[in-house]
């Protein structure tokens, strides 16, 4: 059994879409107990399920991309888990991210290079989307392409601007998600395994 946590601030809806595509995939494979955490439920220290962040074996981070970095609401979050930093609550524990934004690219890489280095500052063992790029050749359908703008640091997801979440993001963006999800608990059941367990595998 891995407990997975999933923390992710929205401020339209789109992002709680994508958290709760990738929570789905997640928990599709045996073993994995996963929670969704909304960021503004973690915005100070001594406030919140920390506790159940620091049992977790796994947290995932989630954010819509706001003017080329992760939304002030879960910076608001980051900055309240310093407090895990110093006690060293999260080390060694899976890490993985994602994001949602409205453009294509959107300086995504920008939110997913800041939640590796949010995880690796908390000293924890940091989770890359392995999903193919789906749209890079001219034998590939851009329509129906899965991680259709080819983030591998972590999961990056388009939500068109002029469509509210339940029509936007699309049907391969939210199967993206999905994968990511399965991976995350893939890798935390082999990290989570106790010593005794390995020994048996
Ligand atoms: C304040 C603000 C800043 C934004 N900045 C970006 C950006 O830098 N890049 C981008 O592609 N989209 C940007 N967008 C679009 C959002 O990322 C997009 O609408 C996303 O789906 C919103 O997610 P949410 O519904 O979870 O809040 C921005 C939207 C807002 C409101």
Do not use: C
Request: aromatic residues 10%.
């Amino acid at each position: 059994m891995a407990r997975i946590a999933i923390v992710y601030h929205s401020g339209y809806g789109h992002t709680a879409k994508a958290a709760e595509h990738v929570r789905k995939g997640a928990a599709a494979i045996p073993g994995a107990n996963v929670t969704l955490y909304k960021a503004e439920d973690l915005a100070a220290p001594d406030k919140g399920p920390w506790d159940e962040l620091a049992r977790a074996d796994a947290i995932i981070f989630g954010a819509p991309t706001y003017m080329g970095s992760a939304s002030g609401g879960m910076k608001v979050f980051m900055d309240a888990a310093s407090k895990a930093w110093f006690t060293r609550a999260w080390a060694n524990k899976i890490a993985a991210g994602f994001t949602v934004s409205g453009s294509l690219s959107g300086d995504k890489t920008v939110t997913l290079q800041q939640f590796a280095t949010f995880a690796a500052q908390q000293g924890m063992i940091w989770v890359s989307n392995d999903q193919p790029s789906g749209y890079n050749a001219t034998t590939t359908d851009f329509a129906t392409a899965h991680n259709r703008a080819g983030h591998f640091l972590g999961l990056g997801v388009q939500a068109l601007t002029d469509l509210p979440a339940d029509q936007t993001p699309d049907r391969y963006e939210l199967e993206t998600a999905e994968r990511f999800g399965k991976r995350v608990s893939e890798a935390t059941l082999r990290w989570a395994r106790t010593p005794a367990q390995a020994e048996l595998a």
